[in-house]
């Protein structure tokens, strides 16, 4: 009869614990996780440029991919060279988006995807104005973050060379465009850097215990 109380209350500490946690979390080294997509961003949206990459971050689709894909990224914080990056994902068909055609899925509002999401949800950003204008307190966490356009790493259609998807931060517009034109990059790779819980985790995980405790005292002097 007890296993199952106790069972109940850590898991309704947990659940606690993340129902308080924000969607970005700051996990120092330059690395910010999303805990609602499970990946983690740079937190430099510029990194190719000033890491001396390239002259000004804008690059073709292919020079952004192969940019992402040869990144070795040292986390100071862990003492771990991070090398499995990749542009931002776009999810095609999207619901959420503005525009639903036999081209795809477009516009403004387009959530699903992996820099809309970032855009709307995390940053608070707002369709038609620039998001160094219109943001929250998360877009203090990255570090050259500017109203531009940022390829994707989904082509425009799948397989196409031609055309690939962006998003667009001037004015929350996703949209395709020529693959030979020069737009910035912003890497992200799957998963958490993360490698014990946070604080609050903790603090949440004591919490229950200290219940469980409580109620075995309680059952203990009803015995007596």
């Not at 995807?113 to 940053?123: I, K, P, R, V």
Request: proline residues 3%; glycine residues 10%; contains cysteine.
């Amino acid at each position: 009869m007890n296993r199952p109380i106790v069972t109940i209350v850590l898991l309704a500490g947990l659940n606690l614990s993340g129902a308080a946690q924000a969607a970005l979390h700051d996990r120092g080294g330059g690395l910010i996780y999303d805990d609602a997509l499970n990946v983690t961003w740079l937190q430099d949206a510029n990194y190719a440029k000033i890491s001396g990459y390239d002259t000004d971050g804008w690059m073709t689709w292919q020079d952004s991919k192969d940019w992402a894909a040869n990144l070795n990224y040292y986390d100071v914080e862990r003492g771990v060279t991070y090398d499995d990056w990749r542009l931002p994902s776009t999810l095609q068909f999207d619901s959420s988006c503005e525009i639903q055609s036999g081209a795809g899925s477009y516009g403004i509002g387009c959530t699903g995807s992996e820099m809309g999401h970032l855009f709307y949800a995390d940053l608070g950003g707002v369709a038609g104005s620039p998001i160094t204008l219109t943001h929250n307190a998360n877009y203090n966490l990255f570090q050259n973050l500017q109203a531009d356009y940022y390829w994707s790493g989904t082509g425009y259609p799948p397989n196409n060379t031609y055309h690939a998807w962006a998003f667009i931060t001037l004015d929350g517009y996703q949209y395709w465009y020529l693959t030979t034109l020069e737009l910035s990059a912003w890497a992200v790779r799957d998963g958490d850097v993360a490698a014990v819980p946070e604080p609050e985790t903790y603090a949440m995980m004591l919490a229950g215990l200290g219940l469980v405790g409580a109620a075995a005292r309680r059952r203990k002097s009803r015995r007596d």
